[in-house]
């Protein structure tokens, strides 16, 4: 008991380090963004009339912007200058929050957190145009799906141009090394999953003479919206909300099946069967722990496997294999897989009307997207160069041609692509080749989120807030700091704080939606 005690008491340090360290990094993102925004001021005051710069606020997801010369190829391919004010993930949240709380944007702001309330709140405000009206005069534009298009809207209207994606990209990746150094099958059920973390923790997958040095799965401190999020449908839970045969729309982690994966999930790490820092522990900490031999089973997009493969170059585990699972189910039921994607549409491309203040530029801002939808910028966004970073062989196969190169200079690019849907491009790397295969098949498993094309009120003005409350009870749960009577009673304090106005709203919503299909 006592080393657990002074193992939660570490706990709460770090989580209070952490806090410190937000803290400062919002104020630094804040003079970031102000100076950003300062300089786009000055460039952008274009002669003659004519728009020639555009800023962009976007997300990175590589440790460090693009060192390369991709930025240019574009800028030469689309005709405009290109600001770009990177937003790094472990820090997007706070800079987001603080660029629409103080009204200092860019040009373009990539809004990729579709439930944040102060991002739907901005969004409903007026800061940002409707692009609804003029998206059919653009040819890449005029394709995007009415489902995505109908997930994009915020009271009726449509802030922004949405990301196109993938309906489903999640799954589970195991290291099939480890699967082959103990002879274990490849697992399909949840008992054979929860076999193969003993497994992994108990043996010796590494086969370096070391027990107990490993774990089965690494989760990050995101795991209440992603990694276990996405568990919960194998489970049978719901993909954020559900409709249950009364026909009311109710959250997920209501559920019993909910429930029942949180108790699965806790015995996982009751057990020692998972990182126990999960809580605190950042994405980029989550890849060096994988990267380090030291977990094997994530809760993630099936694509990061290239990822990991890529980081453990020149490490004791460059031999890592993984092996992706978009079939899991719960022993007796049939394959599901929950959206991770807003059912395909990753968020806005959101033009601020401080800095487009007329419809001619907007239509400047709105054909440089449209313009990076081509086929050419998103082989840019995607490959590279060609003859730098990748050459096309026979078959129009295409091939990297120097791995570390395009994760410096190619890869923090892709996060922002207008649509991930450009194309299908073979390639001679058999694991990203089926990865597409597996994306593709997850449609067919896929669970969409019913709400998507519903309105609540009281959803985009204090989701955020209600959330946070139950996402707190979760990760108290899961380290036994709390029994399922606290969980239960956080549900009923989003209830009674205005859940219930939500569940209210949004089957309101359904039950006009539906009597006007019949």
Same mark, same amino acid.
């Given at each position: 008991m006592k080393i657990k005690l002074n193992w939660m008491n570490v706990m709460k340090r770090n989580q209070k380090i952490k806090r410190i360290l937000i803290s400062s990094m919002m104020i630094f993102g804040i003079f970031s963004i102000l100076s950003g925004c300062s300089t786009e001021k000055k460039v952008a005051s274009d002669h003659n009339g004519k728009k020639d710069t555009i800023s962009w606020?976007?997300?990175?997801h590589t440790p460090t912007p693009s060192a390369g010369d991709i930025q240019k190829q574009l800028e030469k391919y689309t005709g405009k200058k290109i600001e770009f004010n990177w937003v790094p993930d472990a820090s997007k949240n706070e800079r987001i929050n603080?660029?629409?709380? +103080?009204? +200092?944007?860019?040009?373009?702001?990539?809004?990729?957190?579709? @439930? $944040?309330?102060?991002? @739907? $709140?901005?969004?409903?405000?007026?800061?940002?145009?409707?692009?609804?009206?003029?998206?059919?005069?653009?040819? &890449?534009l005029a394709k995007i799906s009415k489902e995505r298009l109908d997930a994009a809207r915020i009271k009726g209207k449509i802030y922004g141009v949405p990301f196109q994606e993938p309906v489903a990209r999640y799954g589970i990746l195991i290291r099939q090394d480890w699967l082959d150094n103990l002879g274990l099958k490849v697992p399909h059920t949840l008992d054979e999953l929860e076999k193969v973390a003993q497994a992994f923790t108990e043996g010796d997958p590494n086969k370096d003479g070391k027990k107990h040095k490993t774990v089965g799965f690494v989760e990050n401190q995101e795991s209440f919206?992603?990694?276990?999020?996405?568990?919960?449908?194998?489970?049978g839970a719901g993909n954020w909300f559900t409709i249950t045969k009364d026909e009311k729309v109710k959250p997920a982690f209501m559920q019993p099946e909910y429930k029942k994966a949180m108790k699965w999930f806790h015995n996982i790490y009751k057990k020692g069967w998972m990182n126990s820092d999960f809580s605190v522990m950042?994405? &980029?900490?989550?890849?060096d722990y994988i990267v380090q031999g030291k977990g094997g089973i994530v809760l993630t997009i099936l694509s990061e496997g290239r990822n990991y493969i890529n980081s453990a170059k020149g490490t004791d585990q460059e031999g890592m294999k993984w092996t992706m699972i978009n079939d899991m189910t719960d022993n007796q039921g049939k394959p599901r897989q929950l959206s991770d994607t807003n059912n395909g549409m990753g968020g806005w491309m959101a033009i601020s009307k401080q800095n487009v203040k007329t419809e001619k530029d907007l239509k400047v801002v709105l054909k440089f997207i449209n313009d990076l939808m081509n086929e050419e910028p998103y082989k840019l966004m995607s490959f590279g160069e060609?003859?730098?970073?990748?050459k096309v062989n026979k078959g129009n196969i295409y091939e990297k041609i120097k791995s570390s190169n395009w994760q410096q200079e190619v890869q923090p690019f892709a996060s922002s692509r207008p649509s991930a849907l450009v194309g299908d491009f073979k390639t001679t790397d058999a694991y990203s080749n089926l990865v597409n295969e597996k994306v593709k098949e997850n449609?067919?498993?896929?669970?969409?989120d019913p709400t998507q094309s519903l309105t609540s009120e009281t959803y985009d003005s204090q989701w955020s807030t209600l959330i946070e409350g139950v996402s707190d009870a979760y990760y108290k749960y899961m380290m036994g700091e709390m029994d399922m009577k606290g969980y239960d009673e956080a549900i009923k304090n989003f209830l009674d704080n205005g859940g219930s106005k939500i569940i209210q709203e949004f089957t309101d919503s359904y039950k006009a939606s539906q009597s006007k299909q019949h």
């Open positions: 606020m976007t997300m990175l603080a660029a629409l709380s +103080s009204k +200092s944007l860019t040009d373009i702001i990539s809004l990729t957190d579709i @439930r $944040n309330t102060t991002v @739907r $709140n901005a969004l409903a405000s007026g800061m940002f145009w409707d692009v609804e009206p003029y998206l059919k005069d653009y040819p &890449n919206k992603y990694g276990f999020r996405s568990l919960t449908g194998y489970f950042t994405k &980029n900490d989550q890849k060609k003859d730098i970073h990748y449609e067919k498993y896929a669970v969409l």
